[in-house]
């Protein structure tokens, strides 16, 4: 399983799952820019991704902000010649109860959830189309799949996610471009670290595998999607979450 070659745009990838998976593309040997609103952790993505003899350049890129994103696609066409892979990995939580939920807070997730896929996968689709191949790995949830209590904005951007992956998976299939989601369960990364002891309990209880997911369970799972060897799989959700929803 070889990306020799490949040029890889992850967003998000500053740090947890988005940063794995740039360093696991990197192993596989693709070339990777690295987009994240952290620009000088994304640099300490790149320096990590240069002691595995890869060519790696940071961006500094909000994914909800259309003209941004469309600059800089733009620019790192210009630094690596193209993009073959783009992973939509940046997200934010923002919970609380429906009932006492802010205006902001529900516009901020999904304005980042899931506009910024949109941002991202239509500034790299032109280049993809003009060169018949892509892939493409948006990060969805598990719970964009079971609902949670207290994450509505955040579940509801999750499972748009997962309409719209397979919707433009059947609009471009027959140019040489997958689309596919993956799913993570509870993942061990700088988000949920965040969250209360009580909270973590309660996920951990709901999974059969007894242990939390690690960015590489997350990572392997994209290098092989984004692999030759799954050219023939468009449209799907892969779960990743030690069997937490079936
Ligand atoms: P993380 O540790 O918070 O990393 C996400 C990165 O994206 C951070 O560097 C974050 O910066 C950045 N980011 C936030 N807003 C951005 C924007 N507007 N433009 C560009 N970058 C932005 O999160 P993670 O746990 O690795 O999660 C990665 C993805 O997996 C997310 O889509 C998340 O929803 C999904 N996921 C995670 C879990 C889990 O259990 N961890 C489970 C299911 C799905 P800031 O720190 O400044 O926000």
Redesign the pocket.
């Known amino acids: 399983m070889t990306l020799e070659g490949r040029i890889s745009l992850i967003?998000?990838?500053?740090?947890?799952?988005?940063?794995e998976i740039a360093l696991e593309l990197a192993r596989a040997g693709s070339d990777i820019a690295v987009?994240?609103?952290?620009f000088d952790?994304?640099e300490e993505t790149v320096r990590e991704i240069e002691t595995l003899k890869r060519r790696a350049k940071a961006y500094g890129?909000?994914?909800?902000?259309t003209d941004e994103v469309h600059q800089t696609v733009n620019q790192i066409n210009e630094d690596f010649g193209k993009i073959d892979i783009l992973v939509?990995?940046?997200?934010?939580?923002r919970d609380s109860l429906l009932i006492r939920m802010k205006r902001e807070d529900w516009d901020k997730v999904l304005s980042?959830?899931l506009t910024?896929v949109f941002n991202c996968t239509q500034a790299v689709l032109r280049w993809m189309l003009k060169q018949r191949y892509g892939r493409i790995v948006n990060?969805?949830?598990?719970?964009g799949l079971m609902g949670n209590a207290g994450q509505s904005n955040?579940a509801a951007s999750?499972a748009a996610i997962i309409g719209f992956s397979k919707s433009i998976a059947r609009e471009i299939a027959s140019r040489g471009i997958t689309v596919n989601v993956i799913?993570?369960?509870?993942?061990?990364?700088?988000?949920?670290q965040r969250l209360p002891d009580e909270v973590k309990k309660g996920f951990l209880n709901q999974i059969p595998i007894p242990r939390l997911?690690l960015?590489q369970d997350?990572a392997k799972g994209v290098a092989f999607l984004v692999s030759d060897d799954a050219e023939y799989i468009t449209g799907q959700v892969l779960n990743i979450n030690g069997g937490m929803y079936m």
Not at 35 to 38: G, N
Not at 61 to 65: F, Y
């Open positions: 967003t998000g990838a500053a740090q947890g799952i988005g940063k987009a994240d609103i952290l952790k994304a890129m909000d994914v909800s902000d939509n990995n940046a997200g934010i939580t980042i959830n910024g990060i969805a949830s598990v719970v955040y999750k799913a993570p369960g509870y993942i061990d990364t700088p988000m949920t997911g960015p997350i």
